[in-house]
């Protein structure tokens, strides 16, 4: 996958999904690493913010911590 891929994946991708990949990506995911993963990072907490603290929460607690 291209940078650019990746950055439209992240642009798309809702928070649930984003959380889930920062919580179970394996170690080295390009998605994770360098200025990718600033960007992620930098887009995640975005969205997280826009969905408010009540949201994360439930959708923390409905992703839970066991690899799928």
Same mark, same amino acid.
């Given at each position: *996958?291209?940078?650019?891929? *990746? ?5 798309? &991708? ?5 959380? !889930?990949?920062?919580?179970? &990506? ?13 960007? @992620?990072?930098?887009?995640? @907490? &975005?969205? !997280?913010?826009?969905?408010?603290? &009540? ?14």
């Amino acid at each position: *996958m291209t940078e650019q891929e *990746m950055k439209s994946w992240v642009d798309n &991708a809702d928070y649930e999904q984003l959380l !889930r990949k920062w919580r179970f &990506a394996p170690v080295g995911d390009p998605l994770l690493q360098g200025d990718m993963g600033d960007y @992620f990072s930098k887009v995640m @907490f &975005a969205k !997280r913010d826009e969905v408010g603290n &009540a949201v994360h929460v439930a959708t923390s607690k409905h992703i839970g911590w066991d690899n799928e």
